[in-house]
């Protein structure tokens, strides 16, 4: 069997590579989290390096095809999806949402400005990038549009696994900024697919993913919800019954899925879906920890180490080149801090929890890299401005821990608010 599966993908033995990418995944993973750590940097940084330095960035493309060849990356590629899923699934059950209910106004108002502000000024930055960076026969609208958009992604998968790595989860100020990630995050997706209809000339398509996205929130919110509660009331266990688990995993499953159809992300129904399960429940302790050590250790790095194989940062040469590529980093920071941090103020938060918050906001990864694929699908983007922007996201998720650190966001949100 295992001769004709080689035979069948071009003398390639799939399953062979796939377990040897994992594995040097996982051990490279390991070893740069633990070099991170010593660094101050979140552990997720040195998950996001393995996928970089396993590629052709560093490796170059025949080395890169010789660890992961073009026939095994479809299957990789299915594992990281399925990690990343389920691990914004275990995020969800973990979510405290009595805080941000209470502040669901400013909530709100701070993931929308978080939005608007970079969009707004990766838009003006497309007119000068237009002459020089644009593919040929694409029209300034489409051009910047996509710009605006790429600039105005959070990485809600990285900017959880921040959260995690440095103990602010579970804070106040973490539930806020998954809150508003996930807000921000969703209105990004629903942008990007209009920006997308515009680019194929069928903004009616975009429109009814915004339409759809709000209809299955509120299914979500006003009927599935208080289903679940009911049906967990009395199963507070810490091993729930194998049926209640099995139910359980189909919605999520069907949750992923009803998103993915509407054109949003298969990740966000998964994140949804747990956030819907009462946090205190068994069935939320029992999953929690259930999958923290398979999915953290194992199927979440995939999921970067996947995106990373696919980038090349080595395209950026010449000092203009480098030149624009700063600008960009500027742009986007100034964007995502600038406009989160007025928001958050104008909320009443304190400066420091306000500027925390804004330099979550500014945590973009590889997330941005799924946005940039579509972008390079459509031909939108150049792919010397596609580098550019994947290091635009690299470093503004570097910049994020320091950040943090300096800032020092007292520990209880707006406690020192005016």
Same mark, same amino acid.
């Given at each position: ?6 035979? !069948? ?25 633990? %070099?991170?750590? =010593? ?89 000068? %990038? ?39 989860? =579970? ?19 629903? +942008? ?34 208080? +289903?679940?509660?009911? !049906? ?77 194989? =696919? ?20 742009? !986007? ?35 941005? +890299? ?49």
């Amino acid at each position: 069997m295992d001769a004709a599966a080689a035979a !069948a993908g071009g003398g390639v033995d799939t399953l062979a590579h796939l377990l040897a990418t994992l594995a040097a995944v996982v051990g490279l993973g390991w070893i740069l989290a633990r %070099l991170c750590a =010593r660094l101050g940097q979140p552990p997720v940084i040195g998950e996001v390096l393995a996928g970089i330095l396993l590629g052709p960035s560093l490796l170059g493309q025949a080395n890169a095809a010789r660890l992961l060849p073009p026939q095994v990356a479809p299957q990789l590629g299915a594992v990281a999806q399925l990690g990343v899923i389920l691990y914004l699934f275990t995020i969800g059950l973990g979510m405290h949402g009595d805080a941000v209910r209470r502040r669901a106004g400013a909530t709100i108002a701070i993931a929308q400005a978080g939005i608007v502000t970079p969009f707004l000024l990766g838009a003006a930055l497309a007119v000068p %990038l237009f002459p020089r960076l644009a593919p040929a026969g694409v029209a300034i609208i489409p051009f910047a549009l996509f710009l605006g958009t790429a600039m105005a992604i959070t990485a809600f998968p990285v900017l959880a696994r921040i959260l995690a790595d440095t103990g602010l989860t =579970r804070t106040p100020l973490g539930g806020l900024a998954l809150a508003a990630a996930a807000i921000a995050d969703v209105s990004a997706w629903c +942008l990007l697919a209009v920006v997308t209809g515009i680019a194929k000339a069928e903004v009616g398509a975009g429109v009814l993913v915004v339409v759809g996205a709000a209809v299955y929130l509120g299914v979500l919110l006003g009927a599935v919800r208080p +289903l679940l509660a009911r !049906a967990l009331a009395g199963d507070e266990g810490d091993t729930p019954a194998r049926g209640v688990m099995a139910l359980v995993f189909m919605g999520l499953l069907l949750s992923a899925l009803a998103t993915q159809a509407i054109g949003i992300h298969a990740l966000f129904g998964a994140f949804l879906f747990g956030a819907v399960i009462p946090h205190d429940s068994g069935v939320a302790r029992a999953l929690g920890r259930a999958l923290e050590a398979p999915v953290g250790i194992l199927l979440l790095p995939a999921f970067f180490a996947f995106t990373g194989m =696919r980038t090349r940062i080595d395209l950026i040469s010449g000092a203009e080149e480098w030149m624009l590529c700063a600008a960009i980093v500027v742009v !986007a920071t100034a964007g995502k801090f600038g406009g989160t941090f007025l928001a958050a103020r104008l909320s009443g938060m304190a400066p420091r929890d306000a500027a925390g918050l804004g330099a979550l906001m500014n945590t973009r990864g590889l997330m941005e +890299l799924i946005v940039l694929n579509v972008g390079l699908d459509l031909g939108v983007i150049s792919p010397t401005l596609f580098s550019m922007l994947v290091l635009m996201a690299l470093v503004t998720t570097f910049a994020t821990a320091p950040l943090l650190k300096a800032i020092r966001p007292s520990p209880t949100l707006g406690a020192d608010a005016a």
